[in-house]
Every structure is written in C-alpha cells, then in structure tokens.
C-alpha cells in the first residue's frame, strides 16, 4: 500500500517537472521570438531557412508541452526538410558542414521519438538539437566572421557597437 503511495507521488513530481520546463521552454520560446522578431525588423535581408529553422523548433516545443506526438513529429519533418533543402548555403568550413549534419540527425531522432511516443527522450532530443544550433551560430558569429578578415589581428568586438566601429563584415544566418 505504501509502495503505490509513494509511486503516486513520484508521478506527481515528474508530472510538475515536466510542466515546469515546458512553462520555461514556452516561455523562453517566446522571449527569443520576440527577440528574432525585433532582429527580423532591423535586418530585411534575414534569409527564409533560418524562420523555418525557427517556426520549426517552436512546433516541436508546442508538441512537447502539449504531449503532441504529431506535432513534435511535424516540426522533426520539418527541420529535416530544411537540412536536405539546396537552398541552405554551406560553407566550406569543416565545423559549419558538421553542425548541419548534426541538426539533421538529432531532427531525424526526434521524429523517431514523436514516433515511439517517448516523450522524455523527445524532450532531451529537443534540448541537445537546441544547444546544435547555438553552437553553430556562436561559430559562425565568433570563428567565420573573423577568419573572413585576413592577414589582420584583431580584438573580438564584444557588442554590436564595437562591431559596427570595427569596420568588420556583419554575417547573419
């Protein structure tokens, strides 16, 4: 009898951490939409990919907080349409061909766990492919942009203002 009590209880707490970190991934969804947004506004030529890239991660969080297996699915087709479209550029760079690949594995996982309805593992699938694209774009920012400037040494601008007063190229994906 105590044993099913205690079961109850554990089910009870996974079910206020799951809520928890869905309340956190919506919420913080939101604040890098309106964010993405506001970057989207400043940047007219902000290329199509990368707000598919977007509204693609965004289903998969509305199917992780929601329990819709479909959905998660959907947004996992999605980002694996998006690595395989001919239309997204890559660069010569070793690292940058790496982390596209890794995107396309972790969307192709994803989909396999909207699958098994597994919705733990999708949930630790959608927060490595997350940190991916972090990843990728803290290389493309900080590595490509300044291997683009040759034969100068330069100091890392540490804010767009810098950045601006530098004279360096802008790269946004």
Same mark, same amino acid.
């Given at each position: 009898?105590?044993?099913?009590?205690?079961?109850?209880?554990?089910?009870?707490?996974?079910?206020? &951490?799951?809520?928890?970190?869905?309340?956190?991934?919506?919420?913080?969804?939101? &604040?890098?939409?309106? $964010?993405? &947004?506001?970057?989207?506004?400043?940047?007219?030529?902000?290329?199509?990919?990368?707000?598919?890239?977007?509204?693609?991660?965004?289903? &998969? *969080?509305? @199917?992780?907080?929601?329990?819709?297996?479909?959905?998660?699915?959907? @947004?996992?087709?999605?980002?694996?349409?998006?690595?395989?479209?001919?239309?997204?550029?890559?660069?010569?760079?070793?690292?940058?061909?790496?982390?596209? %690949? %890794?995107?396309?594995?972790? +969307?192709?996982?994803? +989909?396999?766990?909207?699958? %098994?309805?597994?919705?733990? @593992? $999708? +949930?630790?699938?959608?927060?490595?492919?997350?940190?991916?694209?972090?990843?990728?774009?803290?290389?493309?920012?900080?590595?490509?942009?300044?291997? $683009? *400037?040759?034969?100068?040494?330069?100091?890392?601008? *540490?804010?767009?203002?810098?950045?601006?007063?530098? @004279?360096?190229?802008?790269?946004?994906?």
């Amino acid at each position: 009898m105590e044993q099913k009590g205690l079961e109850r209880d554990m089910k009870s707490n996974r079910m206020w &951490v799951w809520m928890a970190t869905g309340v956190m991934l919506v919420t913080g969804a939101s &604040v890098l939409s309106g $964010a993405w &947004v506001n970057h989207q506004q400043q940047d007219a030529n902000l290329p199509g990919l990368m707000l598919a890239k977007l509204a693609s991660t965004q289903r &998969v *969080v509305t @199917g992780l907080v929601s329990k819709n297996f479909g959905e998660i699915r959907r @947004g996992a087709k999605d980002m694996i349409s998006i690595c395989d479209a001919s239309q997204w550029e890559t660069h010569p760079d070793p690292l940058y061909g790496h982390y596209k %690949q %890794q995107l396309r594995r972790q +969307a192709s996982n994803l +989909a396999e766990l909207a699958d %098994q309805q597994n919705l733990d @593992g $999708a +949930a630790f699938n959608y927060i490595q492919t997350i940190s991916t694209c972090i990843s990728c774009h803290q290389h493309c920012r900080d590595v490509l942009r300044i291997a $683009a *400037v040759p034969n100068r040494v330069i100091q890392i601008p *540490v804010n767009e203002f810098e950045l601006e007063r530098s @004279g360096m190229p802008i790269y946004r994906r």
